[in-house]
């Protein structure tokens, strides 16, 4: 069981303009994340991420998130926005992480969907190929997208890990808190929860989340 006393780190996910991105960091966030995925309604180009990330760098660590990328997708995110992190987000197997994060050279992290504890198993296989598990919501049948969907799940579940795990699925800053002391989480990533619609983050909701997230 795993018992944390301090405060979670925070990923602000989907941000795709440059005032909210400020907020986010003005806010205390650890994390950014920046969509390439054509089909969200955060997707950014390589133009936007670039200049998001040149304004990140240094202040929070930059998270490019993809869902199934080739090869050369991730080497032109690569070259074009440095990214401190990749956050695999489609249906990568554990041999597909072990090769992104090679050819990369950065941190991974790799998304596992969840909705009852024998998901759980699922994880498994990417505990040596991957820097950090992050344990989202299963996606709703007709989803058009793997995450993002605002969709929380048992946290219950997540009580018997004891490696440092990231949650999402969701989360809000009004259950963001609770989510923490019940998960034992020891980071948190958020993206529809701090908007007013999709693809529209609020700087007010921002700031609560981040707040909500450290004062439990
Ligand atoms: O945010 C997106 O648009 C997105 C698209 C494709 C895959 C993942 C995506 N976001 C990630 O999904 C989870 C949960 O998000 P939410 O807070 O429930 O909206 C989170 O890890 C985001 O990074």
Not at 14 to 22: A, C, H, Q, R
Not at 155 to 184: C, H, Q, Y
Not at 186 to 214: M, Y
Request: aromatic content about 4%; hydrophobic content about 45%.
């Amino acid at each position: 069981m795993s018992l944390r006393s301090e405060a979670p780190l925070v990923k602000i996910c989907g941000l795709s303009t440059p005032d909210t991105l400020e907020a986010a960091i003005t806010a205390g966030a650890d994390q950014i994340g920046l969509v390439f995925f054509p089909k969200s309604p955060r997707h950014v180009s390589l133009e936007q991420a670039r200049a998001l990330a040149d304004q990140a760098r240094g202040r929070a660590a930059i998270v490019g998130l993809t869902v199934d990328a080739t090869d050369g997708a991730i080497d032109a995110i690569m070259e074009a926005v440095r990214p401190d992190w990749l956050q695999l987000h489609g249906s990568e197997t554990p041999e597909r992480v072990a090769a992104v994060k090679q050819r990369a050279g950065v941190f991974v992290m790799k998304a596992v969907g969840l909705a009852t504890a024998a998901d759980l198993a699922a994880a498994e296989p990417y505990a040596q190929v991957t820097d950090r598990i992050l344990f989202d919501a299963k996606p709703p049948k007709d989803a058009a997208l793997p995450g993002g969907n605002g969709v929380a799940f048992d946290w219950t579940i997540l009580k018997p890990i004891d490696e440092p795990f990231m949650l999402s699925g969701g989360l809000s800053p009004d259950n963001v808190a609770e989510a923490v002391r019940i998960s034992g989480a020891a980071a948190v990533d958020v993206s529809s929860g701090v908007e007013t619609e999709p693809g529209r983050k609020d700087a007010a909701l921002i700031a609560a989340f981040v707040h909500a997230a450290r004062c439990r």
